[in-house]
């Protein structure tokens, strides 16, 4: 089993900053792409960031600039930096792992989500 732990949510004040942190842990072999999504109510999932097992990294064109994702895998965890957030920012924010449970045996998890409110 496979486990993906989000945490770092919150209320922030438009122009603020929060640390979005996602921790697999489980029977793991390996983790490919660590990506970020949200979802804002009445709205579909969107990607916000992704970061790939060599380091590369994608962001949508609306955080790009202002959102930095990162990882760590010794940790096997993977951060999404947000600074100068703004109100359409809000959202619940769920991060997905492609990982190899062994040799060969790729599946993708996700995690439970964590709310990101930006309001005044």
């Known amino acids: 089993q496979v486990q993906l732990v989000e945490s770092g949510g919150g209320l922030v004040q438009p122009g603020g900053s929060l640390r979005l942190s996602c921790a697999a842990s489980?029977?793991?072999?390996?983790?490919?792409?660590m990506t970020w999504y949200r979802q804002a109510q009445g709205k579909q999932r969107e990607l916000v960031a992704g970061?790939?097992?060599?380091?590369?990294?994608f962001y949508a064109d609306s955080v790009k600039g202002r959102f930095t994702i990162s990882r760590d895998n010794a940790k096997n965890t993977v951060y999404l930096r947000m600074n100068s957030l703004k109100p359409e920012d809000t959202a619940v924010y769920s991060c997905?792992?492609?990982?190899?449970?062994?040799?060969?045996?790729?599946?993708?998890?996700w995690g439970q989500g964590t709310q990101v409110t930006v309001s005044s």
């Open positions: 489980g029977s793991i072999f390996s983790i490919n792409d």
């Open positions: 997905n792992a492609k990982i190899d449970v062994r040799v060969g045996v790729q599946r993708s998890y």
């Open positions: 970061i790939t097992s060599g380091g590369s990294t």
